[in-house]
């Protein structure tokens, strides 16, 4: 764990101090303290291109009164820029009459280990990986022409101070490993990316040699890509596969059902609590107490220890997601969703992985279920417009089904859909839930956060597939 | 207040001289400070106030042809000392690449020049809650707006960029930037739009007013949108997005995408990409542009460059790295375009909506739709269907997609470019795209 104060001339006793006396007077707030430690490999075009350290260490105070947030952050944990922050938010929070709200949750779960992933593998061992990834693919014929392969590796400790000294801390180890193949035939260039991560040491994921199944995934992608033809446009069916493609999940109904929104009421969903959003048997949990997940969180970036969401139990809406501002505000209680890119930015209420669960019937049900539609298998990432609900993602691995049977693989093509009412048009939900692979991040208001995503093989009645081929 | 020059200069030659004592042949390195003070407003209420204070340092060793780098916000000398042995230590293991280096000495930057991006005027918390309070007053004045998000920043940067081979300067940049995002609703439908300004110069900045009123009638106007159906159909795209399609052309062109091979626009120098009427420029020393600058992110003396002629492409944007690889010289493009615009076309707006019996006029897109690689472009829309020169009605949930190869091919511009981001374009015309809907 870090010690914040160690070599600063300022005492933890003295930031108690400076602590309560700031916020003495407020609802709520504290003192988040960060020191991350970050490491990037990259090798590419043959080469490693890049070898990056970096070391970020800061703290942001925060003061709220009623519905207004006072926010001051520095990379200087010394007593002249605590004091001046704390002078800052006294001054926009000049007639805060609160009463403070000590109560914060305890628990002794942890959901990954205190370890340091950037020393557990050194740098020649991860150089060799990556130089083994590229002569591997480029071992696979002459139509691969390029290949990048990178490690990224972070070690996050966090405290947080809250008015009258109680503490709350962790220490959050992040990796990712991610191959990219270019493949090029007759011409034609198409790429294929996969990669794997979470909060475990990067041998968790890639001993014996286990990056050769990220590699060949990368290049079975590309290699389905190079076959394909133009995607169609307009309304049809279409059958989403387990796993990653959850990502319609997240952008459908995850932003929509997060608190700041539903507060503000400028949700699509703020107005649906308790009434049916999606079709029986489809049930949405966001998680953050997973194993070693990407998105999985011991406690969040206010303290609150993290839990299980139910969102919407089969078919019902039944709960958003909240951080402490906002749950206040709903008079409801924080779901430990409370979450900040680092110190440098403000707590919003955000995802942690966000899943579907498992209904009863097959993948093989599905795709005979439809005449004319597309099997989209891989994506690339989404958006949504929280407001008007309507929301996208991006193939990048995808097929027609033509008369109940998989056919051709099509273009990488956008999918846009509307985020109220796409649930409703799941007509089966699979019995096959999967995680990702564990490299989604999420962003939102300028921050970026890790998040995990899941869901079965399901099937979607009508939705809008932005091809070229009408 | 915001560290001056000779701060940054002392951290940035304590880092170079280290470097060079721990072994390392050549260095170069970026110390940056940025102060900004952000004030918003939530339904005419203040909501929240930020202020924030980032000091950073980067440092890139080389021992000869190997290379690596580090970056902390930690400056005391005891942090920076450590990493700087990790980061030599780190080179020593890296392998060699042999187009790794420093700039060639006689393309860096010789004389810098003001181009006027430094306002010294502060603007405190107070008055900015005044120019909040009016601009909230305007985007809230019609019963349809439901809710209103109002945003003022002030930012004071400097830096100073040193290199193991002399070069050492920097300078100060100052923005200010206002925007509004409003939500209106009726029992149909909900919607959200935005308008913003951001200057270098505080005086300069739209008024508050305007701004609010902009922010709300184009939200309004999307009220009650339909959906429509599949088809081929002209595309016009409003400037704030016509701007993501010219981005694209620059990642397209980076020298990096070039000599990786992942563009697909690769072997297209002195082609014709778009038709004969566009020009495109990279212009850095426009007087207060918010793009402009003295030299790029290697010390690397940047002039303007027409980057394509008459739809002819005349030039990469070239890095040291990638130019060494290319066997091209650097033109001053590390870290991308700087004030990068299309000239204008010889078509009113006006006309370009009369181009068509019936269009598209597109205001908003989501996804990440741009392939460079292929070419492919596909991402959902908002927009207008535009029918004889008109605004007939918004629409929504629908996709836009074609290969910008042909896109560029097809490109009619109009003639009302400004200058209010970075990359900026006229109104943009493109024929031949197809709507995915119904």
């Given at each position: 764990?870090?010690?914040?104060?160690?070599?600063?001339?300022?005492?933890?006793?003295?930031?108690?101090?400076?602590?309560?006396?700031?916020?003495?007077?407020?609802?709520?707030?504290?003192?988040y303290?960060?020191?991350?430690?970050?490491?990037?490999?990259?090798?590419?075009?043959?080469?490693?291109?890049?070898?990056?350290?970096?070391?970020?260490?800061?703290?942001?105070?925060?003061?709220?009164?009623?519905?207004?947030?006072?926010?001051?952050?520095s990379?200087?944990?010394?007593?002249?820029?605590?004091?001046?922050?704390?002078?800052?938010?006294?001054?926009?929070?000049?007639?805060?009459?609160?009463?403070?709200n000590?109560?914060?949750?305890?628990?002794?779960?942890?959901?990954?280990?205190?370890?340091?992933?950037?020393?557990?593998?050194?740098?020649?061992?991860?150089?060799?990986?990556l130089?083994?990834?590229?002569?591997?693919?480029?071992?696979?014929?002459?139509?691969?022409?390029?290949?990048?392969?990178?490690?990224?590796?972070?070690?996050?400790?966090?405290?947080i101070i809250?008015?009258?000294g109680?503490?709350?801390?962790?220490?959050?180890?992040?990796?990712?490993?991610?191959?990219?193949?270019?493949?090029?035939?007759?011409?034609?260039?198409?790429?294929g990316?996969?990669?794997?991560?979470?909060?475990q040491?990067?041998?968790?994921?890639?001993?014996?040699?286990?990056?050769?199944?990220?590699?060949?995934?990368?290049?079975?992608?590309?290699?389905v890509?190079?076959?394909?033809?133009?995607?169609?446009?307009?309304?049809?069916?279409?059958?989403?596969?387990?796993?990653?493609?959850?990502?319609l999940?997240?952008?459908?109904?995850?932003?929509?059902?997060?608190?700041?929104?539903n507060?503000?009421?400028?949700?699509?969903?703020?107005?649906?609590?308790?009434?049916?959003?999606?079709s029986?048997?489809?049930?949405?949990?966001?998680?953050?107490?997973?194993?070693?997940r990407?998105?999985?969180?011991?406690?969040d970036?206010?303290?609150?220890?993290?839990?299980?969401t139910?969102?919407?139990?089969?078919?019902?809406?039944?709960?958003?997601?909240?951080?402490r501002?906002?749950?206040?505000?709903?008079?409801?209680?924080?779901?430990?969703?409370?979450?900040?890119?680092?110190?440098?930015?403000?707590?919003?209420?955000?995802?942690?992985?966000?899943?579907?669960?498992?209904?009863?019937?097959?993948?093989?049900?599905?795709?005979?279920?439809?005449?004319?539609?597309?099997?989209?298998?891989?994506?690339?990432?989404g958006?949504?417009?929280?407001?008007?609900?309507?929301?996208?993602f991006?193939?990048?691995?995808?097929?027609?089904?033509?008369?109940?049977?998989?056919?051709?693989?099509?273009?990488?093509?956008?999918?846009?859909?509307?985020?109220?009412?796409?649930?409703?048009?799941?007509?089966?939900?699979?019995?096959?839930?999967?995680?990702?692979?564990?490299?989604?991040?999420?962003?939102k208001?300028?921050?970026?956060?890790?998040?995990?995503?899941?869901?079965?093989?399901?099937?979607?009645?009508?939705?809008?597939?932005?091809?070229t081929?009408? | 207040?915001?560290?001056?020059?000779?701060?940054?200069?002392?951290?940035a030659?304590?880092?170079l001289?280290?470097?060079?004592?721990?072994?390392?042949?050549?260095?170069?390195?970026?110390?940056?400070?940025?102060?900004?003070?952000t004030?918003?407003?939530?339904?005419?209420?203040?909501?929240e106030?930020?202020?924030?204070?980032?000091?950073?340092i980067?440092?890139?060793t080389?021992?000869?042809?190997?290379?690596?780098?580090?970056?902390?916000?930690?400056?005391?000398?005891?942090?920076?000392?450590?990493?700087?042995?990790?980061?030599?230590?780190?080179?020593?293991?890296?392998?060699?690449?042999?187009?790794?280096?420093?700039?060639?000495?006689?393309?860096?930057?010789?004389?810098?020049?003001?181009?006027?991006?430094?306002d010294?005027?502060?603007?405190a918390?107070?008055?900015?809650?005044?120019?909040?309070?009016?601009?909230?007053?305007?985007?809230?004045?019609?019963?349809?707006?439901?809710?209103t998000?109002?945003?003022?920043?002030?930012?004071?940067?400097?830096?100073?960029?040193a290199?193991?081979?002399?070069?050492?300067?920097?300078?100060?940049?100052?923005?200010f930037?206002?925007?509004?995002?409003?939500?209106?609703?009726?029992?149909?439908?909900?919607?959200?739009?935005?308008?913003?300004?951001?200057?270098?110069?505080?005086?300069?900045?739209d008024?508050?007013?305007?701004?609010?009123?902009?922010?709300?009638?184009?939200?309004i106007?999307?009220?009650n949108?339909?959906?429509?159906?599949?088809?081929?159909?002209?595309?016009?795209?409003?400037?704030?997005?016509?701007?993501?399609?010219?981005?694209?052309?620059?990642?397209?062109?980076?020298?990096?995408?070039?000599?990786?091979?992942?563009?697909?626009?690769?072997?297209?120098i002195?082609?014709?990409?778009?038709?004969?009427?566009?020009?495109?420029?990279?212009?850095p020393?426009?007087?207060?542009?918010?793009?402009?600058?003295?030299?790029?992110?290697?010390?690397?003396k940047?002039?303007?460059?027409?980057?394509?002629?008459?739809?002819?492409?005349?030039?990469?944007?070239?890095?040291?790295?990638?130019?060494?690889?290319?066997?091209l010289k650097?033109?001053?493009?590390?870290?991308?375009?700087?004030?990068?615009?299309?000239?204008?076309?010889?078509t009113?707006?006006?006309?370009?909506?009369?181009?068509?019996?019936?269009?598209?006029?597109?205001?908003?897109?989501?996804?990440?739709?741009?392939?460079?690689?292929?070419?492919?472009?596909?991402?959902?829309?908002?927009?207008?269907?535009?029918?004889?020169?008109?605004?007939?009605?918004?629409?929504?949930?629908?996709?836009?997609a074609?290969?910008?190869?042909?896109?560029?091919?097809?490109?009619?511009?109009?003639?009302?470019?400004?200058?209010?981001?970075?990359?900026?374009s006229?109104?943009?015309?493109?024929?031949?795209?197809?709507?995915?809907?119904?």
């Open positions: 764990m870090s010690n914040f104060f160690e070599k600063s001339d300022l005492s933890r006793k003295e930031a108690e101090s400076i602590i309560s006396d700031t916020l003495r007077k407020c609802d709520d707030g504290e003192l303290l960060e020191n991350s430690k970050s490491e990037s490999i990259l090798l590419d075009d043959n080469k490693i291109k890049n070898s990056n350290y970096n070391s970020d260490l800061g703290f942001g105070f925060r003061a709220i009164s009623d519905e207004v947030v006072a926010y001051s952050h990379n200087e944990i010394s007593k002249n820029s605590l004091k001046q922050s704390s002078e800052n938010l006294k001054s926009t929070l000049k007639s805060a009459k609160g009463t403070y000590h109560e914060i949750p305890k628990s002794n779960k942890k959901y990954y280990d205190n370890i340091n992933p950037i020393e557990q593998k050194s740098l020649n061992e991860k150089i060799k990986i130089n083994d990834v590229n002569d591997y693919l480029r071992s696979k014929g002459d139509k691969v022409k390029q290949v990048t392969a990178n490690f990224l590796g972070e070690q996050k400790s966090v405290e809250r008015c009258g109680e503490t709350l801390s962790d220490v959050r180890p992040l990796i990712r490993f991610n191959v990219s193949v270019m493949l090029e035939k007759n011409g034609r260039k198409e790429t990316v996969y990669g794997v991560g979470g909060r040491s990067y041998d968790s994921y890639l001993k014996d040699e286990n990056w050769k199944s990220v590699c060949d995934e990368a290049l079975r992608i590309a290699s890509n190079l076959e394909s033809k133009p995607a169609p446009a307009g309304e049809m069916k279409v059958v989403l596969g387990p796993g990653w493609p959850a990502i999940i997240h952008e459908a109904v995850g932003h929509g059902l997060e608190g700041d929104f507060r503000k009421k400028t949700s699509a969903f703020h107005n649906l609590m308790g009434q049916k959003v999606a029986e048997g489809v049930t949405i949990i966001d998680d953050g107490t997973i194993d070693n990407r998105g999985s969180l011991t406690i970036d206010e303290g609150t220890p993290t839990e299980k139910v969102l919407i139990e089969n078919g019902i809406l039944k709960n958003f997601m909240q951080d501002l906002n749950a206040r505000l709903m008079k409801t209680r924080s779901t430990g969703s409370g979450r900040r890119e680092n110190y440098r930015h403000i707590v919003l209420p955000r995802m942690r992985n966000t899943m579907m669960l498992s209904g009863k019937q097959t993948q093989e049900e599905m795709i005979k279920a439809v005449d004319k539609g597309i099997f989209a298998v891989s994506f690339g990432g958006q949504v417009d929280i407001t008007s609900g309507k929301f996208v991006n193939c990048t691995e995808a097929y027609e089904i033509v008369d109940g049977k998989i056919g051709s693989p099509i273009k990488g093509a956008t999918l846009i859909g509307d985020g109220p009412s796409i649930l409703k048009e799941v007509s089966m939900v699979g019995n096959d839930m999967m995680m990702d692979p564990g490299i989604g991040t999420c962003g208001a300028g921050q970026g956060v890790p998040v995990g995503v899941a869901q079965p093989s399901i099937l979607i009645d009508k939705m809008t597939v932005g091809g081929k009408l | 207040m915001v560290k001056d020059q000779e701060f940054l200069e002392k951290k030659s304590y880092c001289g280290l470097a060079k004592k721990l072994g390392a042949t050549d260095s170069s390195v970026v110390v940056k400070n940025s102060v900004s003070e004030v918003n407003f939530r339904n005419s209420k203040l909501d106030s930020n202020r924030s204070d980032d000091l950073g980067s440092i890139t080389y021992i000869g042809k190997k290379k690596s780098s580090i970056s902390s916000s930690n400056l005391l000398s005891d942090n920076l000392n450590i990493l700087i042995e990790k980061c030599v230590e780190t080179t020593k293991n890296t392998p060699e690449d042999e187009f790794n280096s420093l700039p060639d000495k006689d393309l860096l930057a010789k004389e810098v020049r003001d181009l006027d991006l430094y010294d005027s502060h603007i918390n107070d008055q900015k809650i005044d120019y909040l309070k009016k601009l909230e007053a305007a985007a809230s004045n019609d019963k349809k707006i439901v809710n998000e109002s945003s003022f920043t002030q930012n004071k940067s400097n830096f100073v960029l290199n193991s081979e002399g070069f050492c300067d920097g300078y100060k940049t100052s923005s930037t206002a925007s509004s995002v409003t939500v209106a609703k009726n029992e149909k439908s909900m919607e959200r739009d935005y308008e913003y300004s951001s200057k270098c110069f505080l005086k300069d900045l008024d508050a007013e305007k701004l609010g009123n902009l922010a709300a009638n184009q939200t106007r999307k009220l949108p339909k959906k429509i159906g599949s088809e081929k159909i002209a595309i016009i795209f409003d400037k704030r997005i016509a701007k993501g399609i010219l981005s694209t052309f620059a990642s397209a062109i980076s020298s990096s995408a070039i000599s990786r091979g992942t563009s697909f626009l690769k072997d297209q002195n082609q014709k990409i778009f038709s004969d009427k566009i020009n495109v420029f990279d212009k020393d426009m007087l207060k542009g918010l793009g402009s600058r003295n030299f790029d992110t290697e010390g690397v940047t002039d303007t460059l027409k980057l394509v002629d008459e739809g002819i492409l005349k030039h990469y944007l070239i890095d040291t790295y990638n130019g060494k690889k290319l066997n650097s033109n001053g493009r590390c870290g991308g375009t700087s004030n990068l615009y299309f000239e204008n076309g010889n009113s707006f006006k006309d370009l909506l009369n181009s068509d019996s019936k269009s598209l006029f597109i205001t908003e897109t989501i996804g990440h739709g741009s392939n460079i690689v292929t070419g492919d472009y596909s991402v959902g829309a908002t927009g207008f269907l535009v029918e004889n020169g008109e605004f007939k009605y918004p629409i929504n949930e629908i996709t836009i074609g290969n910008f190869k042909d896109m560029f091919q097809n490109i009619t511009l109009a003639n009302d470019l400004e200058f209010k981001y970075p990359t900026n006229p109104t943009m015309l493109i024929e031949g795209m197809v709507v995915a809907g119904k």
